[in-house]
């Protein structure tokens, strides 16, 4: 069944669902979009603050119809309450209650960019795989659910298994237990969930994956400063962010931006990767500093956040990446390897 049909399907089960002060769910205002994608079923029901549990039987019900016409898919319904702003952002924010750790992971390392294509994910993938070389239990996160490239990058293939229980089984890759909202969507199919939806998106893969034990969890998040960021980190317990930037000016005046809202939600900043560095001549093995040198270091000096290092521009690490052979895997030794090598060891250095 094509899946607007299973979408237009579960809407019209959704009419029997009652909902608190009369009415039904399929024509109540708050109800979002359902998202039906081969491995599962998303939607949310947005309500007034205050009102999260009464409408959670109305949930409950939504679910079970869903499941009912879903099959295998894993169904996701979930209660999104209007919080005030303030909790959201402001200076002098509150800081943010009620984090938590996530079963089963240790240590929580983001990678984030304050703009996209920097080279957010190439890094978070091989700095995932230098912790995990240096005897760690890596896992990798894709919280980019609007441009996933995980799968890609480590070369996935298809869906996540799914327990009995709707508990995710992570794929295996190098060595990494990896997850990415990528790899239930169909091929060109864009993710199209507003906030509320991709926080709870998040949540589930966060919370409802059998990491089995990690020493290390690495999200790779997406750029910028969103409710995924905001999100993740009034929820969870992040123990760390890396930021990735490149030297140009204007990336690196994007990456404060980021940085200012992590210290503004009290998230601590790991510090600064300049990825793209230089550009490593192919035949000579030159070395050029094309963008000129020592920009992101200087930058990381005045936000006063360590400079991690800097990854150079070689095209092994384009096409090993867009051919699902991460360098730091695929070849171990070479400079590129060596240079996020360095890097994980200094973020290892600076985590407890
Ligand atoms: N050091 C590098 N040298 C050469 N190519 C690189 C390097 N780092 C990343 N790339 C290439 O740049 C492109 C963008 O990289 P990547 O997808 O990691 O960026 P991103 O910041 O995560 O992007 P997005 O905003 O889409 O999430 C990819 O084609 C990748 O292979």
Redesign the pocket.
Known sequence: MADTDLAAQIKTALADVEIPGGGDLAGYAGLSEIIVTPGAIAFAIAVASGMEAAFGPARDEAHKRAQALGGSRKVMVSITAEKSNTAKFGHGAPQPQGKTRVKGVKRIIAVG?G??????????VNIALALADEGLKVGLLDA?LY?P?VPK?LGIEGKPAIRDDGIFTPHEAFGLKAISIGSMLVPGQAVVWRGPMATSGLRQLLRETEWGGLDVLII?L??GTGDIHIALFQQTIVDGVVI?STPQDLALIDAQKAIDMLRRMSVPVLGLVE??SYFIAPDTGHRYDIFGTGGAEQAAGKLEIPFLGP?????S??EG??AGMPPVAHAPEGP?AQAYRLIARRILASIP
């Open positions: 960019s703009k996209g294509g920097v080279g957010k994910s190439t890094t978070a980019d441009g490239s990058l790779d997406p750029p990735v990825n793209m990854i150079p521009l070689v095209m690490i384009r990446s867009d590129e």
